[in-house]
Antibody, heavy 115, light 107 residues
């Protein structure tokens, strides 16, 4: 069964850091491009970041550029999102999603930025 | 950046009704568009890809159409399990952008 499982969410103070992980199983991870998508409470979906299958190509939403870093470890079938300088507006459920065109989604991990 | 304008933002409908949701792109995106359904507390689920291709396992009452800048998701006969929020997503260029969502509620 194709599966994505996010972890690493939690409560963090403004200005703090958090590292999210996404464990992939049931498919050949290094063949697929991956994304992070988030959803603030009561709001719509916001695409956050993309990484190519090899990790050589990366894109970010302007809202996180310079603060978040996407990476992957194909040997560990894992995707990561390093989040620094967190703000209250980064509070959201964070999903990892597999391409093409966000076909497979994890269940999400919740990040709360609050003092 | 490509803006996706989705309408309506919400609608009330009855079981058996035909429902249409529209997304308009601020510039041409060929058919690089998907439709997603999200139920409360759950991850989104892709219904349609490449604007009009039904995802395997999705009921045939769902259909998508359009190309370029205008796209439509149609539910031919609304069922109780279809009450949810629907989003379009363009993946023609980065940043990828979602529509604002359409909440389909029971009348």
């Amino acid at each position: 069964e194709v599966q994505l499982v996010e972890s690493g969410g939690g409560l963090v103070q403004p200005g703090g850091s958090l590292r999210l992980s996404c464990a992939a199983s049931g498919f050949t991870f290094n063949n697929y491009e991956m994304n992070w998508v988030r959803q603030a409470p009561g709001e719509g979906l916001e695409w956050v970041s993309y990484i190519s299958s090899s990790g050589s190509t990366i894109y970010y939403a302007d809202s996180v550029k310079g603060r978040f870093t996407i990476s992957r470890d194909n040997a560990k079938n894992s995707l990561y999102l390093q989040m620094n300088s967190l703000r209250a507006e980064d509070t959201a459920v964070y999903y990892c999603a597999r391409d093409p065109s966000l076909y497979v989604w994890g269940k999400g991990t919740t990040v709360t930025v609050s003092s | 950046d490509i803006q996706m304008t989705q309408s309506p933002s919400s609608l009330s409908a009855s079981v058996g009704d035909r429902v249409t949701i529209t997304c308009r792109a601020s510039q041409g995106i060929r058919n690089d568009l998907g439709w997603y359904q999200q139920k409360p507390g759950k991850a989104p689920k892709r219904l349609i890809y490449a604007a009009s291709i039904l995802q395997s396992g999705v009921p045939s009452r769902f259909s998508g159409s359009g190309s370029g800048t205008e796209f439509t998701l149609t539910l031919s006969s609304l069922q109780p399990e279809d009450f949810a929020t629907y989003y379009c997503l363009q993946h023609n260029s980065y940043p990828r952008t979602f529509g604002q969502g359409t909440k389909v509620e029971i009348k």
